[in-house]
């Protein structure tokens, strides 16, 4: 390529447990790059893998050692983790994050980079004909639709790792220190002219989902929770409500008792009353867990603790 290499490209990829997805990984992604006729490196962060990851990246590092690092991690952190550790390491000026299990194939990649080099700062990429479960598909588009009524973010696919920065908004992501986030959102809220593109979506090459139901849960609690207190203030809207109900419901038993004073059914009328009780009482406790999330989170964040440790980099000295 004769073209000079104006950009230079990052690409963060978390890894854990994907021995049966790493060597096709390496085949297809490399050359794609290699085609870019741009300077590039691609970071592999070893989320605490228990397979043999590490040592398949190992070897990678050793054939490639020129566009190849490694961070290994001592344990399971997580993937959001695994990437905010390599974005603060990247030393390109466009980062792209990909998943290794290659449901986002590395050949869409240049699409990417071509919107970046129309200008815009964040390209979100979203799935073109999904293929995850009947249930997750459906399950992640509720979720989107609570996201996009509690917080300003909009993107079509929050769920689609392969994402295109340029690397202002990494540097916002890292200097936010943020904890348990979910970083295309939080890329969103830094970026100044985000656009979006449709990506081929294939199933997981080898291998099972790393994610439970329980920890999809917690992702997307995350998500709602952790950018925006929407939810505490609609949360507060809906017990005025509930209050304003209440006292219409004591008016009205007000009005039976001493009105049409000794009705028949008023056993029944207690019964009501007792559902009625119940009710405000699970909805009192769904407000101190609601409360309990921001707490947890503004305890997580004041008491600072290293997020991640970082056992190894393997990395030749910056270029
Ligand atoms: N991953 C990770 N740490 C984890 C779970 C997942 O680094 O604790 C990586 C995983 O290796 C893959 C990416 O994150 O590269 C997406 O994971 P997965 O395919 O399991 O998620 P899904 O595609 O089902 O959302
Ligand atoms: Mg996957």
């Given at each position: 390529m004769?073209?000079?290499?104006t950009?230079s490209?990052?690409?963060?990829?978390?890894?854990?447990?994907?021995?049966?997805?790493?060597p096709t990984?390496f085949?297809r992604?490399?050359?794609?790059?290699?085609?870019?006729?741009?300077?590039?490196?691609?970071?592999f962060?070893?989320?605490?893998?228990?397979d043999?990851s590490f040592?398949?990246l190992?070897?990678?590092?050793?054939?490639?050692?020129?566009v190849?690092?490694?961070?290994?991690?001592?344990?399971?952190y997580?993937q959001?983790?695994?990437?905010?550790?390599?974005?603060?390491?990247?030393?390109?000026?466009?980062?792209?994050t990909?998943?290794a299990d290659?449901?986002?194939p590395?050949e869409e990649?240049?699409k990417?980079?071509?919107?970046?080099?129309?200008g815009?700062?964040?390209v979100?990429g979203?799935?073109?004909?999904?293929?995850?479960?009947?249930f997750r598909?459906?399950?992640?588009?509720?979720?989107?639709?609570?996201?996009e009524?509690?917080?300003?973010i909009?993107?079509?696919?929050?769920?689609?790792m392969l994402?295109?920065?340029r690397?202002?908004?990494?540097?916002?992501?890292?200097?936010?220190?943020?904890?348990?986030?979910?970083?295309?959102?939080?890329?969103?809220s830094?970026?100044g002219n985000?656009?979006?593109?449709?990506?081929?979506?294939?199933e997981?090459?080898?291998g099972?989902?790393?994610?439970s139901?329980?920890s999809?849960?917690?992702?997307?609690f995350?998500l709602?929770?952790?950018?925006?207190?929407?939810p505490l203030?609609?949360?507060?809207?809906?017990?005025g409500l509930?209050?304003?109900?209440?006292?219409?419901?004591?008016a009205?038993?007000?009005v039976r008792?001493f009105?049409f004073?000794n009705?028949?059914g008023?056993a029944?009328?207690?019964?009501?009353?007792?559902?009625i009780?119940f009710?405000?009482l699970?909805v009192?406790?769904?407000?101190?867990?609601?409360?309990g999330e921001?707490?947890?989170?503004?305890?997580?964040?004041?008491?600072?603790?290293?997020?991640?440790?970082?056992?190894e980099t393997?990395?030749?000295?910056?270029s």
């Open positions: 004769s073209t000079p290499p950009v490209v990052s690409i963060v990829i978390p890894v854990y447990n994907e021995e049966l997805n790493l990984l085949a992604l490399y050359p794609v790059l290699d085609a870019l006729g741009r300077r590039y490196e691609i970071i962060t070893n989320d605490g893998s228990a043999r040592a398949l190992q070897a990678q590092h050793a054939a490639r050692p020129d190849t690092r490694v961070i290994d991690f001592n344990s399971n997580g959001h983790m695994a990437i905010m550790a390599a974005f603060e390491r990247v030393r390109g000026d466009v980062i792209v990909l998943d290659l449901q986002n590395p990649i240049p990417l980079l071509e919107k970046i080099d129309a815009f700062d964040y979100g979203y799935r073109l004909n999904r293929q995850d479960s009947f598909t459906y399950a992640s588009r509720l979720i989107n639709l609570v996201r009524k509690t917080t300003s909009e993107m079509t696919d929050q769920g689609c994402r295109a920065y690397r202002a908004i990494i540097d916002a992501i890292v200097r936010s220190g943020a904890i348990n986030t979910f970083i295309p959102a939080l890329a969103y830094f970026s985000p656009t979006e593109v449709g990506v081929k979506h294939e997981r090459h080898a099972v989902s790393n994610y139901f329980y999809l849960i917690r992702l997307n995350d709602i929770t952790g950018f925006s207190i929407a203030q609609y949360f507060t809207m809906f017990a509930c209050s304003l109900g209440s006292l219409a419901l004591v009205v038993l007000f008792r009105v004073a009705l028949d008023d029944f009328g207690t019964f009501t009353l007792f559902g009780l009710f405000l699970s009192a406790m769904i407000g101190i867990g609601l409360i921001y707490v947890g989170r503004t305890y997580q964040v004041v008491r600072a603790r290293q997020r991640y440790h970082v056992r393997l990395e030749t000295k910056s």
